[in-house]
């Protein structure tokens, strides 16, 4: 059990963290709206349908939405799709997304660890580039189980950056555009300061999920298969996919 040092503390840090996303919204909303428009978009749906059910319309919550990327992908899909995030600016740049492309969803400002929907609510959780942000994954991951219905589907794409320090060197002509050295110094401070960063990935994330209740594979490194438009340069660091099924 937390005690109420840990609570404090975790509260202060998802402040700052929510300070963070809100502050990079517009500039992470223009690369999502370039992988929309671009050939990753297909890509990806790709990826996506290989792992989920076919033939119908699934009940799909996307956290750490950001600005909309999967909602878009997912809604155009057939499906239909809450979307969360911790950050208003996020929200706002998903909302803008939406109509761009002239897809719905809806759209709440939530914490990931602590989701407003009752048991086995949903078909498919999905999240992208979250997970290594939040101060305590194992709760969201306890969460998302929670919410998903037996035989639903997780799917998480993330990367391993305990041991990364982001630099300006990463800001230029990259998924980094737009970040001052402010902002690169407080995504630094922010990481190290989180239990997640601490763990090696997705070894945890599959050892924790099986823990939980579900079967799980993962590819290591999916960035071959979504990283198609040379236009965009990504980092370096793998980019790992894990498909799990809630089977208890």
């Known amino acids: 059990m937390k005690t109420k040092e840990m609570i404090e503390r975790e509260e202060a840090l998802g402040k700052r ?5 809100d502050a990079r919204s517009p500039a992470f909303s223009d690369v999502r709206r370039r992988e929309l428009e671009g050939p990753d978009a297909a890509l990806w749906q790709q990826l996506i349908e290989r792992h989920l059910p076919q033939g119908r319309p699934l009940r799909v919550l996307d956290v750490g ?6 909602a878009v992908l997912l809604t155009r899909m057939g499906h239909e799709v809450t979307g969360i995030d911790m950050s208003a600016g996020m929200i706002d740049e998903a909302q803008k997304n939406l109509a761009a492309f002239g897809c719905r969803a809806d759209l709440r400002k939530m914490n990931a660890q602590q989701l407003d929907f009752s048991d086995e609510f949903f078909d498919v959780v999905i999240s992208r580039n ?3 942000t939040l101060p305590d994954a194992m709760e969201a991951y306890r969460e998302w189980h929670r919410v998903l219905r037996a035989g639903g589907i997780l ?3 993330d990367s391993d950056y305990g041991k990364t320090t982001f630099s300006a060197a990463d800001a230029r002509d ?6 001052g050295e402010a902002l690169l110094i407080e995504c630094n401070k922010i ?3 989180l239990r997640v960063s601490t ?3 997705p070894l945890w994330d599959a050892d924790l999920l099986e823990k939980l209740g579900f ?3 993962y590819d290591a490194d999916i960035a071959p298969l979504v990283h198609g438009d040379e236009s965009l340069r990504y980092d370096d660091v793998p980019f790992f996919g894990i498909y799990a099924k809630k089977v208890k």
């Open 191 to 193: 990481k190290d300061e």
């Open 17 to 21: 963290i929510e300070s963070y996303w």
């Open 65 to 70: 939405t950001g600005a909309g990327f999967f």
């Open 199 to 201: 763990h090696r990935r």
């Open 130 to 132: 979250l997970t290594w």
């Open 215 to 217: 079967s799980v594979q």
């Open 155 to 157: 799917l998480n794409f």
């Open 174 to 179: 990259s998924v980094h555009t737009g970040i």
